[in-house]
């Protein structure tokens, strides 16, 4: 049975994981999160020159069961396979992916698959290497966003390498999301959000304001894609058949790097401004509640 997710973690660059209600848990760096499809287990990666994944224990509050290194630099995303059999690690700092096997308690089993990559991107000071950026799982494959190459890396569950998704030269693209066979995807470098849909690619601005957005997270939900643009610190909201415009909202803070859809609730956690903003879902716009849960440096919210 899929446990009952109704708590909110949020992960960052402060003192650890909170838990909105039941306190923190220390851990070093923890700037992103996934939860077990069936087990109550959470996954936090430590994004640290030499990064760790963790496996912790939800029950009666989060206590670290398992740990290992994610064989790379700087992780910044984790991802569960919805077996919850396989887990996989994006590796920032040097553009490593890594795969992990889970056994039937969801701890970590077996070596890890490790998947190194090389090339360079147009940006100089932003492109000058591999940097993975994002794991999904889709269609039984793993996908890996790579800033430093502009492209969307694709593998096997096995580690074997297939034809890359590539985007234009100095996209840079950080997250994205598929629905069936389309593929929306945030540009950090270039500021857009861009989906390729078959031989159609549609590419717009993120935000009305281009001038220094650096997109961060993207998510869809029912025909709407939404996405954070850091800079002009909003949240645009756009229609998933052709990216036009529906709104484009103050994201409650400063640098909101990334957010998080729960029914009919968006957080949004503002990295600048140490707090995670609350937003109710109108029609799908995000309308702020007032309500700002303080956190040190949040960078990843999820409820669970």
Not at 118 to 132: C, K, N, W
Not at 243 to 267: K, N, Q
Request: aromatic share 6%; proline share 8%; hydrophobic share 35%.
């Amino acid at each position: 049975m899929i446990p009952v997710k109704r708590q909110l973690c949020i992960g960052g660059y402060g003192p650890g994981i909170v838990t909105i209600g039941e306190g923190l848990t220390r851990l070093a760096s923890p700037s992103f999160l996934a939860g077990h499809p069936t087990l109550n287990i959470l996954y936090a990666v430590g994004e640290l020159s030499q990064g760790w994944i963790t496996a912790l224990g939800t029950e009666g509050g989060l206590s670290p069961w398992d740990e290992r290194s994610t064989a790379g630099d700087s992780p910044c995303h984790v991802a569960v396979h919805p077996s919850g059999t396989l887990l996989a690690v994006a590796n920032y700092g040097d553009g490593t992916a890594s795969m992990h096997r889970l056994d039937s308690r969801g701890v970590f089993a077996g070596e890890p698959i490790v998947l190194r990559h090389q090339g360079s991107g147009p940006v100089a000071d932003r492109q000058e290497g591999p940097h993975a950026h994002q794991c999904v799982f889709h269609d039984d494959l793993l996908h890996v966003s790579d800033l430093g190459t502009d492209e969307i890396r694709r593998y096997t569950l096995d580690g074997a390498a297939l034809e890359s998704i590539e985007l234009p030269p100095g996209t840079g693209p950080r997250h994205f999301a598929f629905s069936g066979s389309r593929l929306y995807v945030s540009g950090e470098l270039d500021g857009t959000v861009t989906l390729v849909d078959g031989a159609r690619v549609t590419r717009v601005p993120a935000s009305r304001n281009e001038a220094g957005n650096s997109p961060s997270h993207l998510e869809l939900a029912g025909d709407l894609v939404y996405v954070a643009n850091r800079g002009p610190d909003t949240i645009s909201v756009l229609r998933a058949e052709d990216l036009s415009p529906v709104a484009e909202v103050p994201s409650g803070g400063a640098w909101p790097r990334h957010f998080a859809i729960d029914g009919d609730r968006m957080y949004v956690a503002n990295q600048h401004s140490d707090g995670v903003a609350v937003f109710a879902l109108e029609d799908g716009v995000p309308e702020p509640t007032g309500e700002v849960f303080e956190v040190e440096r949040p960078a990843c919210v999820l409820p669970w």
